[in-house]
């Protein structure tokens, strides 16, 4: 690396401390858990604006009292964009986005045991004009490799401080947080580029420096972005105005450097100074080790054991669902069954006590109930996702999944589609082809996501009875189970069909790393849990209860007089049936009737439209507020005992199948929608994808209802 006058020219930065920090680097080089250790739970999510990409910052308390912003920028490999994340981190560290101020400081958080790979992007960062410090995580792994790295070293070779850290196991950390009490130097070195690609650079730096009235520093980092990328170029253009794009055409062909010679000659110099830097500062065993991971792979990843051991993973995830999380969810319900009994022995009969007791409290509520088994799904996941184990699912599962014609690298956007599908489709941002990307974002929907839980548990727990499958595994797990594994094949067959007919063609080849195996860090976990668990209430005290208030209403009016020689059972059915939600239920009822579904369970099909899991607090409402007797029972007890007029029990284990069939298949989310919509840039593949899945759950619950009675079992 040279040294570069223009850079010893530079003004250090008025600021006497860091007020914005923001964390960069590979993906698993650790950056999650750098950023949960720095800020705990003091943490807020949101998305840029425009973009479907998640902004985390949060504040972080220095040693002396005081306390900075960290920004959590998205993992990447380079500057040079090939993503929508690798767009935030480059436009964020630039200052080309009016949303996001340029970060006072930058730490780029390297995996030690993968150094070379790792030090092309601080090579990159370094010549952006802003401080930068080095946070050389994971030195427990590389040094299990045999690769021990010389942080002093290595901070005299990049000109910048390196603070060694084992991130997940809070070592480093203190000094880390010192080293951002004061603002660091700015880097002084730059990598060589080639002549044609020095000249073109700085012949472009000129005019943006004249241009935009910008300093030199600032202005070489956005020329070479801008030469080695056009959507660089596109961002800089949005950010000050001017076309700039002929201009830098103009520049490439005057000098020869096409748009894919420039991104060559980048990384070829960078990597000959690399190998430099990593010679000096990286012993390398001179025999291979087999680590530990690398025994781990060899069962774990065995194209025979290794499928085996990841389904005996899932089974055992779902049946800790019913084993573990029953004792908190009846405790949940008896907290809501108590709160509406204080309520309703308070407030004199009346509106305004049916609309607390029987539409919020007994709406919300039935929601509310099934947070621990969501928990219970997302502390697994993160399990897994935090220990390394879910790529290797993914390794495993492509095969499979080329062979149905769907990218490898769809498998993480479908693995997280099982929390929520709106996270599972922006992560479909990593496939690179357009074609790939949007057959994933078609079929995401498909996994069974969080919010469809509360409808499985409470079919299941109601209908399902509670029997040993082969002696260790319950039926209710089983039949859960089953629902995750059905949305699978459903996303397999309609990927198979969507390659053959809309996305022709092979998928693109899948390239994927492989982190080390680690133990999950707990304070990971925990923090994917609390920000889970606050949005799964935000959602039960914001949409779900504004939801379950409406629904009161359209089932409460217009109200009805009871005639002389009705019960009171009676009436209450008879209100019911004629309130507004009432009348748009039959109306559906001859659609719903051929999928064993009457009228009520049809009130719950259109509400959850809005939200999978309305469906619960729709049915809660419903029969809450026709609930004759004078204390309310639990919802299962009362789908149990709902009969039709001549008797039959309206609700049997073959229509709970029928109805859970349908919610794996029907696209009951707006949210999912809205988000389609945003990453497609078209209201056509969003209502497609909603009139596809509804017509395939209709077809699905359909085949299941009429061929289980053609069976016998209705």
């Known amino acids: 690396m040279t040294t570069d006058a223009a850079l010893k020219t530079r003004p250090a930065s008025l600021t006497p401390r860091p007020q914005l920090v923001a964390l960069v680097g590979n993906p698993n080089a650790g950056k999650t858990t750098v950023f949960n250790k720095l800020t705990g739970l003091r943490q807020k999510v949101a998305n840029y604006p425009g973009v479907t990409v998640e902004k985390k910052e949060g504040r972080c308390t220095l040693p002396d009292g005081s306390s900075v912003t960290v920004l959590d920028l998205p993992g990447a490999y380079s500057l040079t964009s090939r993503s929508p994340d690798e767009d935030i981190v480059r436009d964020v560290l630039l200052g080309l986005r009016d949303d996001t101020p340029r970060p006072d400081v930058v730490v780029v958080v390297v995996d030690a045991s993968n150094l070379e790979r790792n030090l092309y992007l601080v090579t990159q960062v370094m010549e952006l004009g802003l401080p930068v410090i080095v946070a050389l995580n994971m030195l427990d792994t590389a040094e299990a490799h045999g690769r021990a790295v010389n942080a002093k070293i290595l901070a005299a070779k990049l000109g910048v401080p390196v603070v060694p850290l084992i991130a997940h196991k809070g070592q480093g950390m203190d000094d880390l947080r010192a080293q951002l009490t004061t603002m660091p130097p700015l880097p002084q070195q730059r990598v060589p580029l080639p002549p044609a690609l020095r000249t073109a650079t700085n012949q472009l730096k000129e005019r943006l420096q004249k241009d935009l009235g910008i300093d030199e520093v600032w202005a070489h980092a956005l020329a070479l972005r801008m030469l080695v990328s056009d959507s660089a170029t596109e961002a800089v253009q949005q950010r000050w105005g001017n076309n700039w794009l002929p201009i830098v055409e103009s520049v490439r062909s005057c000098l020869g450097t096409g748009d894919v010679d420039t991104i060559h000659a980048e990384a070829t110099e960078r990597y000959r100074w690399i190998n430099e830097v990593c010679r000096d500062a990286m012993s390398v065993p001179k025999e291979a080790r087999l680590t530990l991971?690398?025994?781990?792979?060899?069962?774990?990843?065995?194209?025979?054991?290794?499928?085996?051991?990841?389904?005996?993973?899932?089974?055992?995830?779902?049946?800790?669902?019913?084993?573990?999380?029953?004792?908190?969810m009846d405790a949940i319900d008896g907290a809501m069954r108590?709160?509406?009994?204080?309520?309703?022995?308070?407030?004199?009969?009346?509106?305004?006590?049916?609309?607390?007791?029987?539409?919020?409290?007994?709406?919300?509520?039935?929601?509310?109930?099934?947070?621990?088994?969501?928990?219970?799904?997302?502390?697994?996941?993160?399990?897994?996702?935090?220990?390394?184990?879910?790529?290797?699912?993914?390794?495993?599962?492509?095969?499979?999944?080329?062979?149905?014609?769907?990218?490898?690298?769809?498998?993480?956007?479908?693995?997280?589609?099982?929390?929520c599908a709106i996270p599972g489709i922006m992560a479909t941002r990593t496939i690179e082809n357009k074609r790939d990307r949007f057959l994933t974002i078609l079929i995401a929907p498909l996994m069974s996501c969080s919010a469809r839980l509360p409808v499985y548990t409470l079919m299941i727990g109601a209908f399902i009875p509670n029997k040993r499958v082969l002696g260790f595994i319950s039926l209710p797990a089983l039949t859960l189970f089953s629902m995750y594994i059905l949305g699978v094949l459903a996303a397999m067959g309609v990927g198979w069909l969507f390659r053959r007919t809309l996305f022709k063609g092979q998928p693109s080849p899948f390239l994927l790393e492989l982190p080390p195996y680690r133990l999950p860090v707990l304070r990971n976990v925990l923090i994917t849990l609390w920000e889970r668990a606050r949005e799964f209430l935000y959602r039960a005290g914001t949409i779900i209860l504004a939801i379950s208030m409406i629904l009161w209403f359209l089932v409460s009016y217009p109200q009805r007089a009871p005639l002389a020689n009705e019960t009171k059972e009676q009436a209450a059915g008879e209100q019911i049936r004629h309130?507004?939600?009432?009348?748009?239920?039959?109306?559906?009822?001859?659609?719903?009737?051929?999928?064993?579904?009457?009228?009520?369970?049809?009130?719950?099909?259109?509400?959850?439209?809005?939200?999978?899991?309305?469906?619960?607090?729709?049915?809660?409402?419903?029969?809450?507020?026709?609930?004759?007797?004078?204390?309310?029972?639990?919802?299962?007890?009362?789908l149990r005992r709902e009969k039709y007029p001549d008797g039959r029990p309206v609700y049997t284990p073959l229509v709970a199948v029928s109805l859970m069939v349908f919610f794996v298949l029907a696209c009951q989310c707006m949210s999912t929608v809205a988000i389609v919509r945003r990453e497609t840039n078209s209201w056509g593949w969003a209502a497609f994808m909603v009139a596809y899945m509804t017509a395939l759950a209709y077809l699905g619950s359909l085949t299941v209802y009429q061929g289980g009675r053609l069976l016998g079992w209705g």
């Open 293 to 328: 991971t690398e025994r781990l792979d060899r069962v774990l990843t065995h194209r025979l054991f290794g499928p085996v051991i990841f389904l005996v993973l899932m089974l055992i995830v779902f049946q800790s669902i019913f084993s573990w999380a029953q004792l908190p």
């Open 338 to 419: 108590w709160l509406g009994g204080r309520v309703a022995a308070v407030l004199p009969d009346g509106a305004l006590r049916s609309l607390l007791v029987d539409g919020v409290i007994a709406g919300a509520g039935a929601v509310v109930v099934f947070l621990p088994q969501i928990l219970f799904l997302f502390f697994f996941l993160a399990l897994l996702d935090d220990s390394g184990y879910l790529a290797r699912a993914a390794f495993l599962m492509d095969k499979l999944m080329s062979s149905v014609g769907l990218h490898g690298r769809s498998f993480i956007p479908l693995m997280s589609s099982f929390a």
């Open 579 to 638: 309130s507004y939600a009432g009348r748009l239920g039959r109306l559906i009822e001859p659609v719903v009737r051929p999928l064993g579904f009457d009228w009520k369970i049809g009130i719950g099909l259109i509400g959850s439209f809005a939200a999978r899991e309305v469906l619960v607090s729709t049915l809660a409402t419903v029969y809450n507020v026709g609930e004759a007797d004078e204390t309310s029972v639990g919802l299962r007890e009362a």
